[in-house]
């Protein structure tokens, strides 16, 4: 918080509005960043969409033609509740992206922190776009098991709502604060026992896990290749090494690029903040073996 603090003084001693960010932000082009996996499939690796325009994006992937194309989380903005609609109806980017997705190459998506209040009927909807989405499940596909790591602010307000009595479908507006101060704990950790069976599943395995920050949590597992995002690239980069990043703090360890070989990181598709991106384009990764 005080890291956050300190970055929105300096911004209104230098001047800078929400407004003029914002103005900023629109001009910062979407590069495409190549990475050589040995072993790895031919794939694009796409985090953090947010409901943002995905036309940028998408004329990349009819330009790359990728074999396959994983997507590890936080295609929603935010989430918060009006009434009994659907995030995806009042998002209207969401759902024409995961399709353009689907019709290009096979997609399969796992569920960020942004995900965190969609039930069974979003995640059906989801999947009538074509897309496998993967909520701490796997899927075999040509020889490669592709798993997908929820992230725990999901499987946390499951478990908080599974103990409430209420028979809304979502979270009422003026509750959403508490509701996130359940689900935003530190302490709190994905569900990982099924990643003992998955990793014994033959073939070559993938891993979509949206938080970077898991990585202590999955890097001795028998895991050839994880994708993550989340981090945003650190916001601002100096030296080449984010700033500051979601669950990792000032100076985090995993915020963009590809560490010990087979843990490769996106900086992502957007802004959420209206502090800019500095030195930090989003980002259409491919790999390539």
């Known amino acids: 918080m005080i890291s956050i603090a ?18 900023f932000l629109e001009v910062i082009p979407t590069i495409e960043t190549t990475y050589n996996i ?21 004329s990349s992937l009819h330009s790359r033609h990728p074999d396959l194309i994983c ?13 009994d609609r659907s995030p995806l109806e009042t998002q209207a980017n969401v759902l024409p992206f995961l ?15 942004h995900e965190w209040m969609v039930d069974q009927k979003d995640l059906d909807l989801m999947g009538e776009t074509g897309v496998t989405v993967l909520d701490n499940s796997w899927i075999e596909w040509n020889g490669v098991v592709i798993g ?12 908080f709502k599974a103990a409430q009595t209420t028979e809304l479908r979502y979270p009422l507006p003026e509750n959403v604060a508490g ?7 530190r302490d709190h950790k ?12 033959p073939g070559y395995h993938i891993l979509l896990s949206h938080h970077p920050e898991y990585w202590p949590l999955i890097r ?48 992502g598709l957007s802004n959420t903040t209206w502090i800019p991106r500095i030195c930090n384009p989003t980002e259409v990764v491919y790999l390539e073996p």
């Open 148 to 159: 997908g790591l929820s992230s725990h602010h999901v499987t946390d307000y499951r478990r």
């Open 99 to 113: 399709s353009y997705c689907a019709a290009i190459a096979p997609t399969f998506m796992s569920l960020g922190n």
């Open 190 to 201: 994905p569900e990982t026992n099924w990643l003992e069976e998955y990793c014994y599943t």
């Open 71 to 83: 997507i590890t989380g936080d295609v929603l903005y935010g989430i918060r509740p009006e009434g």
């Open 220 to 267: 001795d597992k028998k895991i050839e290749l994880v994708l993550s995002g989340h981090a945003h690239g650190g916001q601002w980069r100096a030296f080449n090494h984010g700033v500051w990043a979601p669950g990792q703090g000032c100076w985090p360890k995993w915020t963009r690029g590809v560490y010990e070989g087979r843990f490769v990181v996106s900086a």
């Open 38 to 58: 040995p072993g790895a499939p031919s794939l694009v690796l796409l985090s953090d969409l947010h409901n943002t325009d995905p036309a940028p994006v998408i």
């Open 6 to 23: 300190l970055l929105t003084i300096i911004f209104i001693l230098c001047g800078v509005t929400r407004d003029s960010c914002f103005l």
């Open 179 to 185: 509701i996130r101060g359940v689900i935003h704990a």
